[in-house]
């Protein structure tokens, strides 16, 4: 009788160790082959265009996401520009920025989990108070200003 109790035994645990290869073998095929997840930059000012998987995360994680399309020969583009970073250095962290040179049109597009907006030609001022009034936790300084 002992026997069978150990035959039984041991047929469930070859059982269980194919179980275990197999979910081990199975799920080093997934994350070969699989989603790759997305990289989020640690620069907040970047020169390129996130593409809209990494746009779609960071949006969904709470932080706004600015494009600006600027002509590098522009001299009020560059001053928005440069407003724009430091608007990005202090905003908390809450912010990445693209800056893409574009030669057409010049153009600021603000985004976050609650609105987003576009607008072309911006100026200074028109730039502080899309990102101020898109932020979703309002700096001290973007209070500070529109007194």
Do not use: H
């Amino acid at each position: 009788m002992p026997k069978k109790d150990s035959a039984k035994q041991r047929v469930l645990a070859l059982i269980f160790i194919f179980i275990l290869l197999g979910s081990t073998v199975a799920y080093g095929i997934i994350a070969l082959f699989g989603p790759k997840q997305q990289i989020i930059p640690n620069e907040r000012i970047l020169n390129y265009k996130l593409n809209s998987m990494q746009t779609n995360l960071l949006v969904q994680n709470y932080f706004t996401v600015i494009e600006y399309n600027y002509q590098p020969s522009c001299i009020e583009c560059i001053q928005v520009k440069n407003v724009l970073e430091e608007i990005t250095q202090n905003s908390e962290n809450q912010i990445y920025l693209q800056e893409i040179e574009n030669y057409t049109q010049t153009s600021l597009y603000v985004v976050n989990i609650f609105n987003e907006t576009m607008i072309y030609n911006p100026t200074v001022n028109q730039s502080i108070n899309v990102v101020c009034d898109s932020l979703i936790y309002t700096p001290t300084w973007c209070a500070i200003n529109r007194i």
